[in-house]
């Protein structure tokens, strides 16, 4: 495990040579740690932030300044408070805790499934076998990310792993579901993106205005859900 400054005032705690393979092992102590973290009180501490193997802490440098702690000492007197509690966590390895699964309905029709035949030529599969195999699976958010609100997914059928657009998209509907690599992904708002899109759910993932404003959050389990237009529109916010 490594903690290191981000500029003078963040710092990261990475884990030591990342393994694709055991990323999903490595989330729920990643998830672990930041909680630590947030329960260590740290004076200065403002905000924290997980992504698939490190966490970063963001810090208000005043804090510790106005407790007559230097500009010098600032990165080491962060870091050290940090590392001491990310040290127990080395060779950790958490279980991941059980949360109530978020049920996403998904409309494919190809009006909002702007990619599916494409996904489904490169996995040498139907539309339709894309659509069942991805409904069939169950997924884990990983981190939240790119835009407010966006959940990286884990738990992508390996027979639907398909590569982002060559050529991105300016403009990528909010609401739209997607498959990045080996990820699954839903756009909270319109942005652009190089996701292959697959299909749109109604549901809105980003409200400022609500407590707490993203949907889904990092740890959350999810499973998405077939529905007809009606349905969709059924459902769409107002």
């Known amino acids: 495990m490594k903690t290191t400054p981000l500029g003078d005032s963040a710092v990261?705690?990475?884990?030591?040579?990342?393994?694709?393979?055991?990323?999903?092992?490595?989330?729920?102590?990643?998830?672990?740690?930041r909680e630590a973290i947030d329960k260590a009180a740290i004076p200065g501490v403002v905000e924290i932030v997980s992504s698939y193997d490190s966490v970063t802490v963001f810090v208000d440098?005043?804090?510790?300044?106005?407790?007559?702690?230097s500009a010098a000492e600032l990165s080491e007197w962060f870091s050290e408070r940090i590392g001491?509690?990310?040290?127990?966590?080395?060779?950790?390895?958490?279980?991941?805790?059980?949360?109530?699964?978020?049920?996403?309905?998904?409309?494919?029709?190809d009006e909002f499934a702007l990619d599916l035949e494409d996904v489904a030529a490169r996995c040498g599969l139907t539309p339709e076998n894309v659509i069942q195999r991805f409904c069939d699976a169950r997924y884990q958010v990983a981190c939240i990310g790119f835009t407010p609100g966006f959940p990286y997914l884990s738990g992508l059928p390996a027979e639907l792993t398909a590569p982002r657009r060559s050529v991105p998209r300016t403009a990528v509907p909010a609401g739209s579901v997607a498959i990045g690599g080996n990820q699954a992904g839903i756009y909270p708002?319109?942005?652009?993106?190089?996701?292959?899109?697959?299909?749109r759910t109604p549901l809105k993932?980003?409200?400022?205005?609500?407590?707490?404003?993203?949907?889904?959050?990092?740890?959350?389990?999810?499973?998405?859900?077939?529905?007809?237009?009606?349905?969709?529109?059924?459902?769409?916010?107002?």
């Open 61 to 69: 440098p005043l804090v510790p300044l106005s407790q007559g702690i």
């Open 205 to 238: 993932l980003f409200d400022p205005q609500i407590n707490p404003p993203s949907l889904l959050t990092t740890g959350a389990r999810v499973c998405f859900k077939r529905v007809s237009r009606s349905e969709f529109e059924e459902q769409a916010p107002p």
């Open 12 to 33: 990261t705690i990475s884990f030591s040579e990342p393994n694709p393979v055991d990323i999903a092992e490595r989330l729920p102590t990643v998830w672990a740690l």
């Open 189 to 199: 708002s319109s942005s652009p993106g190089g996701w292959n899109v697959i299909g």
């Open 84 to 109: 001491n509690v990310a040290a127990p966590f080395e060779k950790k390895r958490s279980r991941p805790k059980r949360t109530a699964e978020v049920e996403v309905p998904v409309c494919f029709l």
